[in-house]
């Protein structure tokens, strides 16, 4: 596979992962910035739902296997007090979503046979259809919530990084917080119109 180039809109920042300062405003909103939050970055490996299932998180499968500590990158982005964000009983939401979009599809399949049951012989719909349909729409729709990016990751947006992970590519929502950042770390990021894509 030949790479080609992927050009953007909006011109993007490549800016040193290790050097990378955020203005002290809310990239959502433009406000003064007043609280600090944690965008983890999420690598190439594969991600679990729940921290617990991931060997690389679990300190005694780690020790029993070998593996290394991992080196958690976050990026420190300062935002204002109506957009705080932290991840914490996200995990254990979203799991329950996943339970319920399960029972869900059950449901839906008992209203499915319903509904043939009651076209096969020639009967009105029974009202249980439209229950179990409106339960799986409930349903689907929680979760659709649920694992939307919040409005810190639209606003700030992880792009890739480079071969070596020194540099990361962002991506800013609002144009004048972009010039911000740049002005921020002008010794050490730069604007970035087309990257390298592989070609899948």
Same mark, same amino acid.
């Given at each position: 596979?030949?790479?080609? +180039? ?9 800016? $040193? ?21 944690r ?21 005694? &499968? ?11 990158? &976050?990026?420190? *982005?300062? &935002? ?38 009651? *076209? ?17 729409? *409930? ?6 919530i ?5 409005a ?44 390298? +894509?592989? $070609?899948?």
């Amino acid at each position: 596979m030949s790479p080609k +180039k992927h050009y953007f809109d909006n011109p993007i920042v490549r800016v $040193d992962l290790s050097r990378a300062r955020f203005p002290k405003i809310c990239p959502i909103c433009g406000a003064r910035a007043i609280l600090l939050s944690r965008m983890t970055i999420v690598t190439g490996r594969t991600q679990y739902l729940r921290r617990e299932w991931d060997p690389y998180y679990s300190p005694y &499968v780690r020790r029993k296997q070998g593996i290394p500590q991992p080196t958690l990158k &976050v990026l420190p *982005i300062q &935002v204002c007090a109506n957009h705080y964000y932290t991840d914490e009983g996200e995990d254990r939401y979203k799991s329950l979503c996943l339970i319920v979009d399960g029972l869900a599809m059950a449901f839906m399949f008992f209203g499915l046979l319903f509904l043939g049951d009651s *076209i096969s012989r020639g009967r009105p719909i029974s009202p249980w259809v439209t229950v179990f349909t409106a339960i799986f729409a *409930i349903s689907m729709f929680m979760t659709a919530i649920a694992f939307r990016p919040n409005a810190l990751a639209r606003a700030v947006r992880i792009i890739g990084f480079d071969a070596g992970m020194q540099n990361i590519l962002l991506a800013f929502k609002s144009n004048s917080y972009r010039d911000e950042f740049i002005k921020e770390n002008s010794m050490h990021s730069e604007l970035v119109r087309w990257i390298l +894509k592989a $070609d899948t």
